[in-house]
């Protein structure tokens, strides 16, 4: 089976600072991938590289097959390549309904290469919502949405544009441990209805309870590549990203 993403080789400076060297990996459809690694080791750096927020300095991006190069992050969100940010930033004025309307108009009517009407558009937001667990809160303001929730709008606003990738950027930073396991079932339902999910994620517990296979980055270098188990036991993890 091809690979739905495809890195190879993608490589970003920053002056003198390496911040990405020679990273490769790939991503079968279907497949849960954490992305685990110390601050500063590069994750962030990959995934605007990957949705189109950085340019690559070296390197090719592909996905379902395409280069992605020249392509904006909204064309890439088009195409199906999909995140949520470390920090929600809803629209503010919008109740939590619109604000997963708008990804709807502009990015889900691409993917299927027509207009949504506006029948079209109400029940997807009602499907969007009731799969983040937001059916109740469709009426609210971000301001009133609790913690949680707020994260869950968060997701729910990138997966209303439709993707077939979604990059869930630290969706659990600051919430309890009952609230992790919330989002981390939530993102394995995602995945069981077909969606391939990379998680970016500090919460040890959450990353191995979510992840089939998972990469780690140090220093901008990939280090370790494979299932879950045997990744934490890599003396180079172990050093570099357990402090051991």
Do not use: W
């Not at 927020?53 to 909204?74: I, M, Q, S, W, Y």
């Not at 990015?107 to 029940?123: D, K, N, W």
């Not at 069981?192 to 990379?198: F, N």
């Amino acid at each position: 089976m091809a690979p739905l993403l495809d890195v190879d080789g993608v490589g970003k400076r920053f002056g003198g600072f390496i911040a990405l060297d020679a990273v490769s990996l790939t991503i079968a459809p279907g497949e849960r991938v954490g992305l685990i690694g110390p601050n500063g080791s590069g994750k962030s750096t990959l995934v605007n590289c990957l949705s189109g927020t950085l340019v690559n300095d070296t390197g090719t991006v592909r996905f379902e097959g395409r280069d992605l190069a020249g392509l904006t992050a909204h064309q890439r969100t088009r195409r199906g390549l999909a995140r949520s940010f470390q920090l929600p930033r809803p629209f503010a004025s919008m109740t939590v309904a619109e604000n997963v309307r708008v990804p709807l108009l502009y990015a889900a009517g691409s993917r299927r290469g027509r207009h949504l009407t506006r029948a079209e558009i109400g029940e997807r937001i009602a499907e969007v919502l009731g799969q983040m667990g937001l059916a109740d809160r469709a009426d609210q303001m971000p301001r009133d949405l609790t913690q949680v929730d707020m994260r869950k709008l968060e997701l729910a606003r990138a997966m209303a544009a439709e993707p077939s990738l979604l990059i869930a950027d630290e969706a659990m930073a600051g919430l309890s441990n009952s609230e992790v396991d919330d989002i981390v079932a939530l993102l394995i339902r995602l995945n069981q209805a077909g969606i391939t999910v990379i998680l970016i994620e500090h919460i040890m517990k959450a990353v191995m309870q979510f992840s089939q296979r998972l990469v780690v980055l140090v220093s901008g270098k990939k280090i370790a590549d494979g299932p879950p188990d045997e990744v934490m036991r890599h003396p180079e993890v172990e050093r570099a990203y357990l402090g051991q």
